[in-house]
């Protein structure tokens, strides 16, 4: 087995959608029998389909695209913690943890049971915890669900608490099996330039 544990949702047909957004699909627009020489692919997906990190503008307007995200926040160590049971995460929820000098921030819920349909019913961030979470120095946050926001939310507020305490956010990871503890986290998005979002392949190595 590799050192590097792969967290991310695969991504074909069945992977889930949020609601009315674009279904993933691959199809080889030159196959090697047509061209003498190669298949050529396309995809064609929703930017917050599976794993994937919001670029600021995909909540606000004037927000920075995913080509200007910092790349240090998405590689370098991480904390994963499991919070399983709850129906929002807030600063009561995180109270147990000495999350001092931690950067990333990965919370396990366990909440998204059945990955292949969409979520009913998520645990939600308390836009609250943004303050508390950049006074320990978290800058990104990670979660095993579609949204930081409930949701049915139009206000994110959570993603617009996060932003504005400069937090960014990873979302759609697969945590199954993710021990609590420190490990080294990668999780590129990809130089899309006008991009709101981003696919990511999100790894995980563990830490002595
Ligand atoms: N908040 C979710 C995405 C989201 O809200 C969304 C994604 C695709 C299509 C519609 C969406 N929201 C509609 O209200 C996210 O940050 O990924
Ligand atoms: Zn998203
Ligand atoms: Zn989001």
């Known amino acids: 087995m590799g050192l590097w544990i792969d967290i991310s949702q695969r991504l074909d047909k069945n992977v889930a959608v949020w609601p009315g957004d674009t279904p993933f699909s691959y199809k080889i627009n030159w196959s090697k029998n047509d061209s003498g020489s190669v298949n050529v692919g396309q995809i064609n997906m929703s930017l917050h389909t599976g794993t994937h990190i919001d670029a600021p503008f995909h909540f606000d307007n004037d927000g920075k695209r995913v080509i200007d995200l910092d790349l240090d926040l998405y590689i370098g160590n991480a904390q994963v913690i499991h919070l399983p049971n709850k129906t929002s995460i807030g600063v009561n929820e995180l109270s147990n943890f000495d999350l001092q000098g931690v950067t990333r921030l990965l919370i396990r819920t366990d909440a998204w049971k059945n990955r292949s349909v969409f979520p009913q019913t998520i645990p939600h961030i308390q836009p609250e915890l943004a303050a508390y979470l950049s006074e320990l120095g978290v800058r990104l946050i990670g979660?095993?669900?579609?949204?930081?926001?409930?949701?049915?939310?139009?206000?994110?507020?959570?993603?617009?608490?996060?932003?504005?305490?400069?937090?960014?956010?990873?979302?759609?990871?697969?945590?199954?099996?993710?021990?609590?503890?420190?490990?080294?986290?990668?999780?590129?998005?990809?130089?899309?330039?006008?991009?709101?979002?981003?696919?990511?392949?999100?790894v995980l190595k563990k830490l002595p």
């Open 143 to 202: 979660l095993d669900l579609p949204s930081v926001d409930p949701l049915e939310s139009k206000e994110l507020s959570a993603h617009h608490e996060l932003a504005g305490h400069n937090i960014h956010i990873l979302e759609g990871l697969i945590l199954d099996g993710i021990g609590p503890g420190n490990y080294e986290l990668a999780a590129l998005p990809l130089p899309l330039v006008e991009a709101d979002g981003s696919p990511v392949r999100a």
